[in-house]
């Protein structure tokens, strides 16, 4: 994923640490503690999904100067807004190895005397209030890029898809956790697509042909090569949720969607093999220990269903190398497809 302008740290969010961001009418001390919250949920990550708005719009050709790097930073404040409304709804104290936004406004709480009751209450309120400020920032930033106005609103339209399409996958997600019903591999598939492929691969690959004035049918195309990628991404994402350690995942227990009940592609399979019974007694144990993640462990490998899942993504990210192939793309952005999926696959992008 090399192509393209490397992003770095955001430019246009660094408003939000200058004087006053929310209005002299707020106090400034909450004003401040909000700031700097969101600079710290903004902080930190591979950045990757700037870098997909800066690598499709220079291997296209644009020249969209610095709206570039401004919808970029809209993708990743969007990405911002996700990540902590997640971790509230996830329970999650810990991102990336360090206190989530919830978790910091706890351990805040806590620290000031709060009873855990009310820290509860005030790290749920801090955290949804900041994602809300690191939404209204992307939107912003986007109604504000410095191009043609029909670009703009073309990518507005894009970033309310997003937005619809990813807090309808968030809301199944906890539904069918719920346990009330259990979902069919397509529903699980579905879920995993519209909570992570559309905005964080597609959307950033159509905003920047949208930048450089690609034709609708490429920026349509890199939508369907978006939406491959995102789905081989999640269903990677799950594996590492599983057998992976919380060093490497950045969460602050391990397989925190065994615990959480989530009724991913991995335990959807599951459920249709001989490993069920196993995973079925430890899902949605908020007690489960390192022993029962061991066998639960054991018998998806047994089964099948680590395979199995593994076997999707990689189908999804060939089906994704091919549609470029024949988007009649520039040979160039062909080959970076073909690179990213690479990169996806050895967990390395």
Do not use: N
């Amino acid at each position: 994923m090399s192509a393209g302008t490397d992003p770095g740290t955001t430019t246009y969010a660094a408003h939000l640490t200058g004087p006053d961001p929310l209005g002299p009418a707020v106090d400034l001390g909450d004003a401040e503690v909000l700031r700097d919250a969101l600079a710290s949920a903004a902080s930190g990550g591979k950045r990757f999904r700037p870098r997909l708005v800066h690598s499709v719009h220079d291997l296209l050709g644009g020249d969209a100067g610095p709206a570039v790097g401004q919808v970029a930073d809209a993708v990743e404040l969007l990405h911002t807004a996700f990540v902590v409304h997640d971790d509230v709804i996830d329970g999650d104290d810990l991102r990336r190895g360090a206190p989530s936004a919830p978790g910091r406004f706890r351990a805040d709480a806590l620290e000031g005397g709060a009873p855990p009751a009310s820290a509860h209450s005030y790290a749920t309120a801090g955290a949804i209030l900041t994602g809300d400020l690191a939404l209204g920032a992307a939107l912003r930033a986007v109604a504000t890029a410095p191009v043609e106005r029909d670009r703009v609103h073309h990518m507005l339209d894009l970033f309310d898809h997003a937005l619809a399409v990813s807090a309808a996958g968030e809301l199944a997600d906890v539904r069918l956790s719920l346990g009330a019903q259990e979902p069919t591999l397509q529903e699980a598939l579905t879920v995993a697509e519209q909570k992570t492929a559309v905005y964080s691969f597609s959307l950033p690959m159509q905003c920047g042909a949208v930048l450089a004035g690609a034709s609708g049918a490429v920026v349509d195309g890199l939508g369907r090569i978006g939406r491959d990628l995102g789905l081989a991404f999640q269903l990677l994402d799950d594996l590492m949720g599983v057998f992976g350690a919380p060093a490497q995942t950045g969460k602050d227990v391990v397989a925190g969607d065994l615990r959480e009940g989530k009724r991913t592609p991995l335990v959807v399979h599951a459920r249709t093999t001989s490993a069920w019974p196993v995973i079925e007694r430890h899902l949605g144990d908020p007690e489960l220990d390192e022993q029962g993640v061991e066998q639960v462990r054991a018998a998806l490998t047994a089964a099948g269903s680590r395979s199995f899942v593994s076997e999707l993504a990689t189908q999804r990210l060939r089906s994704a190398t091919g549609l470029a192939a024949d988007l009649a793309l520039p040979p160039a952005l062909v080959t970076w497809v073909g690179e990213l999926s690479g990169a996806l696959e050895q967990g390395a992008a």
